[in-house]
């Protein structure tokens, strides 16, 4: 199964954001023991590129470890030298995509029209992240996957237990979770387990609302 399959097989890639350095490889192995493989470390951080190295050490062979909020060529770069397999934007530059694809990783571009969904495609990126899809809605993305469904997508921004079923039915490939899924009280006071069971409830969501396309 290639990288991008695997990312996408459980349909949740967690954005890990601006965690404590002392606190973040316990929730990530707090969220692999959940069934959630794609980590997206952001860039935003504390001493990222660090937080990505040590990740990629301790957990490359059970989960997948990318960056996140990446901007510019010079950060795709930087992230995967540090271990980065896979490099998510929040916007659509061609210089990101083609600084990932030059270094054979993958790369998930922020776009937020049909024309950005495209030109992202023809740039190379491997799939776009709609965004935010807080304020798109499933409804777009069912809409925009009619005349570009050839094109793998996912979605962040505002996803929860609530709608993550709707944005899978509406055809995304996965969905990026942060703050619902990174409960920051289970993280302040080191409740791992809970935060393993939260974990599985979002990859049983998705694999229910799969089951159920």
């Known amino acids: 199964m290639s990288i991008l399959n695997?990312?996408?097989d459980?349909?949740?890639?967690?954005v890990v954001r601006r965690v404590d350095e002392d606190k973040v490889l316990n929730v990530i192995e707090a969220l692999i023991e959940g069934g959630v493989i794609g980590i997206e470390?952001?860039?935003?951080?504390?001493?990222?590129?660090?937080?990505?190295t040590e990740?990629?050490?301790k957990f490359g062979s059970e989960a997948i470890i990318g960056a996140g909020t990446v901007l510019d060529a010079e950060s795709t770069v930087a992230a995967i030298?540090?271990?980065a397999e896979f490099i998510v934007a929040p916007t659509l530059k061609e210089e990101t995509i083609r600084a990932?694809?030059?270094?054979?990783?993958?790369?998930?571009p922020g776009a937020f029209t049909p024309t950005e969904i495209l030109q992202a495609h023809e740039w190379g990126a491997d799939a776009v992240?709609?965004?935010?899809?807080?304020?798109?809605?499933?409804?777009?993305i069912k809409d925009v996957r009619g005349p570009l469904g050839h094109i793998q997508m996912m979605t962040t921004g505002g996803i929860d237990l609530h709608n993550i079923g709707d944005f899978i039915q509406a055809g995304v490939a996965a969905v990026g979770v942060g703050g619902s899924l990174l409960n920051k009280d289970y993280i302040q006071n080191q409740q791992w387990d809970k935060l393993?069971?939260?974990?599985?409830?979002?990859?049983?969501?998705?694999?229910?609302?799969?089951?159920e396309k």
């Open 81 to 83: 030298s540090a271990g």
């Open 10 to 14: 459980t349909g949740v890639v967690a």
């Open 55 to 57: 990740a990629k050490k």
């Open 41 to 52: 470390l952001t860039l935003d951080s504390p001493n990222p590129f660090q937080t990505i």
């Open 100 to 108: 990932a694809k030059r270094h054979g990783k993958i790369v998930i």
């Open 196 to 211: 393993t069971q939260l974990a599985k409830q979002y990859t049983t969501a998705v694999a229910q609302a799969k089951a």
């Open 129 to 140: 992240k709609v965004f935010p899809s807080s304020v798109l809605g499933p409804k777009f």
């Open 6 to 8: 695997r990312l996408f």
